[in-house]
């Protein structure tokens, strides 16, 4: 059974602070990772996608992936309110149409 | 930028009736997919589709099936609503394949309430 572990939260930074988001996968044959943010009430929303070990940066956010360890992170630098969140981790194993999610990590940012 | 429409953003509907989802995406997409989403459940899979007229069964596909007559148009049917049916149903598209990347767009997602 693939599976893939996020810890439910509430994960709850300052504003301005770094939140680290984390998620472990169990299939060694997964080869594309995504991170979604889920506002309360709407849908998943597409912001992260990596595909080899290492960091990939887009403005604020960083994913780390280490595909020896089986685990992938989400970073979010200088923490705003607007980024609380659900964010889910989604792995995509080779050969599949389809991403196992994680069940969400809960990211509340108070001023 | 990839845009999913849902029809509805809410529905209230009786037990036993017959419910249409419609979904449609307007990027060309091969890859369709429904998924409901329940607190504490996460994200689970009812059908996804990867061509025209192709249909794949998900993880729960009991009480549902699924209509892709056209590229852009997933269409997810339950046959006969039950209460256990009320939930955020969620559609999505991609460009992926086994053989190539990508993420899923999603749709803004209907709330349906089986009364």
């Known amino acids: 059974q693939k599976e893939v572990e996020q810890n439910s939260g509430p994960l709850s930074v300052p504003e301005g602070a770094i939140a680290s988001l984390n998620c472990t996968y169990s299939?060694?044959?997964?080869?594309?990772f995504f991170w979604y943010r889920q506002y309360s009430g709407k849908s998943p929303e597409l912001i992260m996608s990596?595909?080899?070990?290492g960091d990939k940066e887009d403005g604020r956010f960083t994913a780390q992936l280490n595909k020896a360890s089986q685990y992938v992170s989400l970073l979010i630098r200088d923490s705003q309110p607007s980024d609380s969140a659900t964010y889910l981790c989604a792995v995509k194993r080779g050969g599949s149409y389809i991403p196992t999610f994680g069940r969400g990590t809960s990211l509340i940012v108070h001023p | 930028d990839v845009k999913v429409t849902q029809s509805s953003r809410y529905l209230v509907k009786r037990t036993g009736e017959k419910v249409f989802l419609e979904c449609v995406q307007d990027m060309d997409h091969e890859n369709m997919f429904w998924y409901r989403q329940d607190p504490g459940l996460g994200l689970r899979l009812i059908y996804f589709s990867y061509d025209v007229k192709m249909k794949e069964k998900g993880d729960i596909p009991e009480g549902y099936s699924v209509s892709r007559e056209k590229k852009e148009r997933f269409s997810l049917i339950l046959e006969s609503a039950s209460t256990n049916q009320t939930s955020m149903y969620l559609c999505a598209s991609s460009l992926s394949s086994p053989d190539r990347v990508g993420g899923y767009t999603f749709g803004s997602g209907t709330r349906l309430t089986v009364v």
């Open positions: 990596i595909y080899s070990n």
């Open positions: 299939d060694r044959g997964s080869q594309s």
